[in-house]
């Protein structure tokens, strides 16, 4: 595919009125809406911000190359805008900005659009392509610019490796990888940096580009074997492992465009530290960074959704007929219920702990901690040493046995890793599970009775709330559902939510589901309120977002958030928090995890309870409307 194709006339603006960064962005995207390329600019806008967040597209030499993969892109494009007297756009060497090129990826683009978008970063590092931009008098000079360099170089590769010529330069062998977070535009320009740099100065180059569309002009095992040194130049986790024992140097991708020389010159001079690989650590950014707790929590719950969710809503259906239809001493016995009851309860409900623990092992430890992590889980939820106690430790144990395990994993490890080579398809299948498995199995059923108690202490407390402190709890976790918008402090409390649900407590579910709705669909509702306080693209998006807060998505509300956080959050807070209070004062209990307005029905206590549920939902959305549409200004 050409670059013609995406940037044309309708996307060229050749004289920019802007005059500050934030005032380029919004000119280059308005000029991307009006040509038909966007579905939803402020959610583009926003994926734009967030890419500038990790680090400026300011590339230096009067160049930035603000760029975005984003699902509000309705075809990829380019958008050029062009000022001539210069704008401050924080570029990395301190320099005005005076071409701005906007990469607009859609996030299913085909690798023809990501190869043409990384292409033109290419021909940016072209001093005399750049000369002709600036000098064009017209958007057809810019057009012919661009098809002339492409002709030129039609054909070519931008990761290719760089010969020294004979009698010239070094001899030492200099390997790379750049990789940036988008896979778009910095990936490219770092490799073509490197590239003509390397040829200018006779060092024989050879680098790997990890873009959008993968990894292009892979090192392979001989080349890592011979090489002297190597740079990685990343913002982006790249693979590590590979490069044990070789003289690495990492830094971020933007250092590869703007401190080229510096870089080439450590590496060739020895000033490369030996990389050694640990595989208890992450390899993120260009440089080595813990695991995060959140990170490896989250990856337990989002794999155990599936059956909170399936097992959760097959359990509430069987109620349907009795609450008793399960038990096949009660003259409510249902077969078709029990059925339901036992797939949902005794199967996929019973999993849900053991699936919590192995995958935060695995995440920790990647596949060896699978396996303890599920040990320990089910260890959790089985082994009790407490007279009258179900159930185990539940979710308190589950996460615990899951941390454990996974760092157990990195200890066996570790005590293997000097085994002979001859070895070493043994250490997955034998050395790893069997110890792994002993280790975290033994400490379990040593500390589970005690994790038992509290977790039932625990339990036994927050069953026992009433009155006040029933509804402050209710307040609290449903402005936590709405501050950060399926954030970490979202998941935390609907993560509560889920242990109260194993632990037979169905309110809080019930509280962190309510609230959850309330934001989108009070933001919904403002814009069918208070049409004058919304823009068209806005009043769209709430028609949205009413059925993305029915089914209790609260991401939903996102949109609205980003464009004016300071009125939308605390709408949507104070909403959700009136709502959690509202549904805790009710004291309504509901079996299913999720699913939003379509699992009322199965709401614990019969119509009245479903309609005060409702009343809720409506009570917050309407609170959240109202003040949002209070505190917007109009639209002028």
């Not at 927050?462 to 709405?482: P, S, W």
Request: aromatic share 8%; hydrophobic share 45%.
């Amino acid at each position: 595919m050409k670059i013609t194709q995406l940037l044309t006339k309708s996307t060229i603006i050749l004289d920019l009125k802007a005059d500050s960064k934030k005032a380029v962005l919004t000119e280059l995207i308005d000029q991307l809406g009006r040509a038909n390329k966007l579905t939803d600019k402020k959610a583009f806008t926003k994926d734009i911000l967030a890419r500038e967040e990790q680090s400026t597209t300011g590339i230096g030499d009067g160049i930035a190359i603000p760029h975005a993969k984003s699902t509000a892109v309705k075809e990829p494009a380019i958008a050029f805008g062009r000022s001539l007297t210069g704008i401050d756009y924080e570029s990395l060497d301190g320099q005005p900005a005076h071409l701005f090129f906007m990469i607009a990826a859609s996030e299913g683009a085909n690798n023809d659009h990501l190869d043409a978008l990384s292409r033109l970063a290419t021909f940016l590092m072209d001093q005399n392509f750049r000369q002709k931009i600036l000098e064009a008098t017209s958007i057809g000079d810019v057009l012919r610019a661009v098809t002339e360099k492409e002709s030129e170089v039609d054909g070519t590769d931008v990761a290719i490796e760089t010969e020294v010529k004979q009698g010239t330069g070094t001899s030492k062998k200099i390997l790379a990888v750049t990789a940036c977070p988008t896979g778009i535009a910095h990936t490219y320009m770092a490799a073509e940096k490197l590239k003509e740099r390397a040829k200018e100065l006779g060092i024989s180059l050879k680098v790997e580009t990890n873009g959008s569309s993968g990894a292009k002009n892979r090192l392979t095992d001989a080349d890592i074997a011979g090489a002297d040194a190597i740079i990685v130049a990343a913002d982006t986790k790249v693979e590590m492992a590979r490069f044990n024992g070789k003289p690495v140097i990492q830094t971020k991708v933007g250092k590869a465009i703007y401190e080229t020389d510096t870089l080439l010159n450590r590496a060739i001079t020895n000033d490369a530290p030996i990389y050694r690989h640990d595989s208890s650590k992450e390899e993120e950014s260009g440089t080595e960074l813990s695991n995060g707790f959140y990170k490896h929590l989250m990856n337990g719950v989002s794999n155990m959704l599936p059956f909170v969710v399936g097992g959760g809503i097959l359990i509430a259906l069987s109620f349907f007929w009795g609450i008793e239809s399960g038990n096949p001493d009660s003259p409510e016995y249902n077969a078709f219920a029990a059925m339901l009851s036992t797939i949902g309860g005794a199967k996929a409900f019973f999993l849900m702990v053991p699936v919590l623990a192995g995958f935060i092992a695995s995440s920790i430890a990647d596949r060896p901690g699978f396996a303890p992590g599920m040990i320990g889980g089910l260890i959790a939820i089985t082994v009790t040493g407490v007279e009258g106690a179900s159930g185990g430790s539940g979710f308190l144990g589950g996460i615990i046995a899951g941390f454990l395990a996974g760092y157990v994993t990195l200890f066996v490890k570790k005590m293997f890793a000097r085994l002979p080579d001859s070895l070493e398809g043994l250490k997955p299948v034998l050395f790893f599970p069997v110890f792994s498995i002993a280790i975290t199995g033994i400490v379990m059923m040593l500390v589970n009775p005690q994790l038992t108690k509290v977790y039932t202490g625990i339990s036994s407390f927050l069953e026992g709330l009433g009155g006040t402190n029933a509804i402050l709890v209710g307040l609290i976790l449903g402005g936590m559902m709405a501050i950060d918008m399926g954030g970490p402090i979202n998941k935390a409390a609907y993560t509560f939510g889920l242990a109260m649900l194993d632990a037979e407590n169905f309110t809080y579910i019930a509280t962190v589901m309510a609230a959850g709705m309330v934001p989108p669909l009070g933001m919904a509702l403002a814009t069918t309120l208070f049409k004058n306080r919304f823009t068209k693209p806005e009043r769209e998006a709430g028609k949205t977002a009413y059925v993305l807060g029915a089914c209790f998505i609260t991401e939903g509300v996102i949109p609205f958030a980003a464009a004016d956080p300071a009125r939308v959050i605390p709408s949507a807070v104070t909403g959700a928090a009136l709502t959690g209070g509202l549904v805790m004062l009710f004291d309504i209990a509901l079996r299913a995890p999720h699913g939003g307005v379509f699992v009322m029905v199965l709401v614990d206590g019969g119509i009245a309870k479903i309609l005060l549920y409702a009343l809720a939902i409506i009570a917050g959305s309407v609170v959240t409307a109202v003040m949002a549409g209070l505190l917007k200004n109009k639209i002028a």
